[in-house]
């Protein structure tokens, strides 16, 4: 059974920095790219960044470009993501998801982590 | 970036309504569109991929259509644990951008 679990979400101030972390199990990690996602509280949800299975390759949504950064540990079965320069907009759950196929689709969802983002 | 507009915003139908949703992109998508069903308070659900294709265990009342920059997700007879908010998600290439979703009422 794939399991994922985000941890590392908080209260942080604008301007601030946290790390979330994504803990994968029930499925060959190092073989799948990885997203994260994050749905804004009453909000759609909004694509945030893509990682492939080795690393090779990184996409972002252009709210975060420049701020947010992907990476993962295949050895550690864990993924990433370093959320610098944080803004109120950035609040959110932030979910993990698997791509599965190519190009990828997201058939499994972690249950997120909440990030707030306030003074 | 390809844009992806979602509609309606919101839909209140009656149960055993036939229900349609849109989907329209600025690109040709090369039909890589998904549909995801959120359910109140609840983790986002893979219904539909490649445009028409149902996922596993999702039940056969849901089908989607379409090519090109135009996609449909039809609920053939809407029943009551069909309430969320389906949203769909090009994938075709990054940034695999969300549409602002689809609040689905009961009537």
């Known amino acids: 059974e794939v399991q994922l679990v985000e941890s590392g979400g908080g209260l942080v101030q604008p301007g601030g920095s946290l790390r979330l972390s994504c803990a994968a199990s029930?499925?060959?990690?190092?073989?799948?790219?990885m997203n994260w996602v994050r749905q804004a509280p009453g909000k759609g949800l909004e694509w945030v960044s893509f990682?492939?299975?080795?690393?090779?390759?990184?996409f972002y949504a252009d709210s975060v470009k420049g701020r947010f950064t992907i990476s993962r540990d295949n050895a550690k079965n864990s993924l990433y993501l370093q959320m610098n320069s944080l803004r109120a907009e950035d609040t959110a759950v932030y979910y993990c998801?698997?791509?599965?196929?190519?190009?990828?689709?997201?058939?499994?969802w972690g249950q997120g982590t909440l990030v707030t983002v306030s003074s | 970036d390809i844009q992806v507009t979602q509609s309606p915003s919101s839909l209140s139908a009656s149960v055993g309504d036939r229900v349609t949703i849109t989907c329209r992109a600025s690109?040709?998508?090369?039909?890589?569109l998904a549909w995801y069903q959120q359910k109140p308070g609840k983790v986002p659900k893979l219904l539909i991929y490649?445009?028409?294709t149902l996922q596993s265990g999702v039940p056969s009342r849901f089908s989607g259509s379409g090519s090109g920059t135009d996609f449909t997700l039809t609920i053939s007879s809407l029943q009551p644990e069909d309430v969320a908010t389906y949203y769909c998600?090009?994938?075709?290439?990054?940034?695999?951008?969300f549409g602002q979703g689809t609040r689905l009422e009961i009537k």
């Open positions: 998801a698997p791509g599965v196929g190519w190009p990828p689709r997201l058939e499994h």
């Open positions: 029930g499925f060959i990690f190092s073989t799948y790219s």
């Open positions: 990682i492939m299975s080795s690393s090779s390759a990184m």
């Open positions: 690109q040709d998508l090369s039909n890589y």
């Open positions: 490649a445009t028409s």
């Open positions: 998600q090009k994938y075709n290439s990054a940034p695999y951008t």
